[in-house]
């Protein structure tokens, strides 16, 4: 029987490479590289380490330079979650840290409750991993493939649902509200093994969605409803508009 996890975690996974902006973890925001602002605001949830797995030494160098806790991981991990769990088992591999808390590093403005947020999922015995979800208020974004849309099984009134499914596509059909997906997971320690462990699923490899491969594998995802959508930085338009939230 699994238990409520009590020590999180939380571990961003940070690379140069990135097709529209490249360098973007070291792009100046506010006098600091988007990287460090990302894990001040990880420090600001204040529920556990914060530590940055890194893909090349320059990163880690602007993280310690910042005062943070960085690790140098493979260059060739196919996805964040696999850096991040090599990040993870090098700090920690006698397993003190019970979950597993994975923020994207495109993140700078992200709200720190967000990060506590996704963590209150996994008080439920029977739940892998968490993620978040906000109500989707653009009826554009229902049409926008780069939106990507999350299934939740949610009462009236219900903050925390049960995740059915993730799509590209509008959906659920019917009457009711629509929910945008976060990327930001929690996972239990031996669930996030797990998943890293997994080959890639067919419906993951068709929706290019990893989170289907936890589901594809019988894997648990409840989500944590926010009530906005964090701005992520992946062009140099979107780092234009961050620096400009950041002075304003």
Known sequence: ???????????????????????????????APMIVQVMRRAEEADI???????????IAEAV????????????????GSDRVFEAAEAYDPNGAYDAVVNLQGDLPALDPSAIKAVFQPLQNVAVDMATLVAEIIDEEELDDEN????????????????ALWFSRLRTPWGNGPRYHHIGLYAYRRDALARFV?????????????????????GMRIDAAIVDTVPLG??????LARIRRIFVS
């Open 1 to 31: 029987m699994s238990s409520t996890p009590k020590k999180p975690l939380i571990v961003i996974p940070a690379r140069m490479a990135s097709s529209r902006l490249p360098g973007k973890p070291l792009a100046d925001i506010a006098g």
């Open 48 to 58: 556990g380490p914060v530590l940055v797995a890194c893909a090349e030494e320059e």
């Open 64 to 79: 310690r330079a910042a005062g943070g806790t960085a690790l140098l991981t493979r260059p060739d991990h196919p996805s």
């Open 147 to 162: 939106a990507v849309k999350a299934v939740v099984s949610l009462a009236n009134g219900e903050r925390i649902g049960r």
């Open 197 to 217: 462990s997994l080959p890639p699923a067919p419906l993951e490899q068709r929706e290019r969605l990893e989170q289907l491969r936890a589901l594809e594998n």
């Open 233 to 238: 930085v992946d062009t140099p338009e979107d």
